[in-house]
């Protein structure tokens, strides 16, 4: 009896221990937890593990997927952020604009014929206008036109010669176009210059009248066009706010006219003169108010024979126009 309770007590203890050293279990190893996988809350993703933290663990979390935060994205410092700048008008680093304008000129026509004074004409003309400038470019386009008075006179078959005026005598209308190619370095900070041509279209329509002795003068046209190069100078315009001082200057040359009159069926090309025009304003924001003075003129031309057997030719010619103009700027 006492053998089966010997051999019991030796069962109990040594299989144990044969079955922890000679059989192994089949169930998966708990798995040790290196002190590197404590993980903060930027390398949690790098863990092979993924568990829940244990209750109790102080410092460094266990960190679950249920419980990881990523890191907080810092607010931009408005402060520092580029705040956006209102278009602006600039081609290459240079402005673009345009302007309308209206001009109401006194204009004045005289014509001289062997040293003395043939013809004279005055009174108002009016010019609306357009200015754009692209860049180092800048193009202008002119509508204008008025009724003059006339000085002049009647010329008869014998030759013999009747002055006469009339009120309403000349009436004008024509177009002008220019181009302007503005040179202006950085170094010049208020002035610029400029390389331009321009041409000159206009009908000049002479009304019937009615001498002092009583002969009736039978009126014609005349159709003029005038091509002119010319060099200037002007004021550039200041950034700052409020009332600026703004001048133009240029002198140039008429060395291609033309010159129909009905009356002659004949075309003579008036010889080359001189063109210049100053201009001297103040510019308040988008608007601006400016005096305005122009001058051309033409010498003799050569003379010709007409269709109808008349022999003319357009005597030196000068042309005056003085007035305000009032513009506005977008």
């Known amino acids: 009896m006492w053998r089966w309770f010997v051999a019991a007590i030796l069962v109990g203890g040594v299989g144990p221990a044969l079955a922890d050293e000679s059989y192994p279990s089949t169930g998966a190893p708990e798995p040790a937890f290196p002190a590197s996988s404590r993980l903060g809350a930027t390398d949690y993703a790098a863990s092979p593990y993924g568990l829940a933290s244990p209750a109790g663990v102080a410092g460094d979390q266990w960190l679950s997927p249920a419980t990881a935060t990523p890191a907080a994205t810092p607010l931009p410092d408005r402060s520092l ?35 003395r004074d043939f013809v004279n004409e005055y009174g108002p003309l009016s010019t609306l206008g357009y200015l754009h400038r692209s860049g180092v470019e800048r193009f202008r386009i002119e509508l204008f036109g008025g009724t003059v ?11 013999s010669f009747e002055p006469y005026h009339q009120s309403n005598g000349t009436d004008y209308l024509g177009l002008r176009g220019e181009y302007d190619l503005l040179i202006e370095p950085d170094a010049w900070s208020h002035i610029r210059l400029l390389v331009g041509i321009g041409t000159r ?53 008429t060395p291609i006219t033309y010159q129909y009159a009905t009356y002659f069926d004949s075309v003579t090309w008036p010889r080359c003169g001189l063109t210049g025009r100053l201009e001297l304003g103040v510019r308040y924001e988008r608007f601006s108010l400016s005096a305005v003075g122009e001058g051309m003129s033409w010498a003799e031309s050569a003379p010709v024979e007409g269709s109808q057997g008349y022999t003319s030719l357009q005597p030196a010619s000068r042309m005056w126009t003085l007035g305000g103009q009032l513009g506005w700027t977008f």
Not at 85 to 90: E, F, L, R, S, W
Not at 230 to 252: C, N, Q, V
């Open 201 to 253: 279209f206009w009908f000049r329509n002479l009304e019937n009248a009615v001498t002092p002795s009583g002969a009736d003068v039978l009126g014609y046209q005349e159709t003029w066009w005038t091509f002119y190069p010319y060099l200037g100078i002007e004021t550039k315009d200041s950034p700052e706010p409020g009332w600026k001082f703004f001048a133009a200057a240029r002198i140039g040359a």
């Open 149 to 159: 008075a006339y000085d002049g006179g009647a010329m008869y078959d014998d030759g």
């Open 81 to 115: 952020t580029p705040r956006a700048t209102p278009p602006t008008n600039v081609a290459a680093g240079r402005p673009i604009e345009s302007t309308w304008y209206f001009r109401e000129d006194s204009f004045s026509w005289n014509e001289r014929l062997d040293g």
